[in-house]
């Protein structure tokens, strides 16, 4: 299974986050907290966001567009073995979900700073 991987220290995401870590394309999807996108209309925003990017909808209560590929590092973890070995060599990680990308539901955050 594909993860998307990050170290909190870098959060440019420059350089890769950990040994076996790749780049890869996903499209990022651009949500909004309205419920429909005739409702967008009424925004300052509205316009602009309909006039650009592709695949306007409407979804969980959201309207959403898709933009341009934005490039991440991913992780292919294959078992809880693998899982485990990456989380005793980096001591610290947090498992969370994806929703702003199309084809990746799971990240890793590599926990070696404060962030909050």
Same mark, same amino acid.
Request: hydrophobic share 30%.
């Given at each position: @299974?594909?993860?998307?991987?990050?170290?909190?220290?870098?959060?440019?995401? !420059?350089? %890769?986050?950990?040994?076996?870590?790749?780049?890869?394309?996903? +499209?990022? +999807?651009?949500?909004?907290?309205?419920?429909?996108?005739?409702? %967008?209309?009424?925004?300052?925003?509205?316009?602009?966001?309909?006039?650009?990017?592709?695949?306007?909808?409407?979804?969980?209560? @959201?309207? %959403?567009?898709? /933009?341009?590929?934005?490039? !991440?590092?991913?992780?292919?973890?294959?078992? /809880?073995?693998?899982?485990?070995? /990456?989380?005793?060599?980096?001591? !610290?990680?947090?498992?969370?979900?994806?929703?702003? /990308? !199309?084809?990746?539901?799971?990240?890793?955050?590599?926990?070696?700073?404060?962030?909050?």
């Amino acid at each position: @299974m594909k993860f998307i991987v990050h170290r909190t220290s870098d959060w440019l995401e !420059k350089n %890769a986050p950990c040994k076996g870590a790749k780049l890869d394309e996903y +499209i990022y +999807i651009d949500r909004r907290t309205v419920k429909t996108l005739k409702d %967008a209309r009424k925004y300052s925003w509205g316009e602009e966001y309909l006039n650009n990017g592709t695949n306007h909808r409407e979804e969980y209560g @959201m309207i %959403a567009r898709d /933009l341009k590929p934005v490039k !991440k590092w991913t992780i292919e973890i294959n078992s /809880l073995e693998d899982l485990l070995k /990456l989380q005793k060599k980096e001591r !610290k990680l947090i498992i969370h979900n994806i929703d702003d /990308l !199309k084809g990746i539901e799971l990240g890793i955050e590599i926990y070696d700073d404060y962030r909050e």
